[in-house]
């Protein structure tokens, strides 16, 4: 499966971005997605997780009740609401998938496929 992010961009602190990942070569039904971020000089770290048929999620303590993951699998496409936004959400985000599994693992390296990472910079 290949994996497009959008929906980065320049935002003021407080405001919101949804990012979608929009999945091809494979139906997204059959994958668990995960969506990751990574800062400058900083390494990757885990954000939001969500099960393949979407019955489970698992987010990151930094940004529960400001982020929403979810999926809408009729259109091989995940997201990822992000309310709240503060300065040190500023990163790349990169959303990944791996198959056929009920898991919201937060850990990278259990992710086979990765898209190619979008901006979202959030300005004080």
């Known amino acids: 499966v290949q994996l497009q992010a959008s929906g980065g961009g320049l935002v003021q602190a407080g405001g919101s971005l949804r990012l979608a990942c929009a999945a091809s070569?494979?139906?997204?039904?059959?994958?668990?997605m995960g969506w990751f971020r990574q800062a400058p000089g900083k390494e990757r770290v885990f954000v939001a997780a969500i099960s393949w048929t979407g019955l489970y999620t698992n987010l990151a303590d930094s940004v529960k009740g400001r982020f929403t993951i979810s999926r809408d699998n009729a259109k091989n496409t995940g997201y990822l609401q992000m309310n709240g936004l503060k300065p040190e959400d500023t990163a790349v985000y990169y959303c990944?998938?791996?198959?056929?599994?009920?898991?919201?693992?937060?850990?990278?390296?259990?992710?086979?496929?990765w898209g190619q990472g979008t901006l979202v910079t959030v300005s004080s």
């Open positions: 990944a998938a791996r198959p056929y599994t009920s898991g919201t693992s937060s850990n990278p390296g259990d992710y086979n496929y």
């Open positions: 070569g494979r139906a997204l039904s059959n994958y668990a």
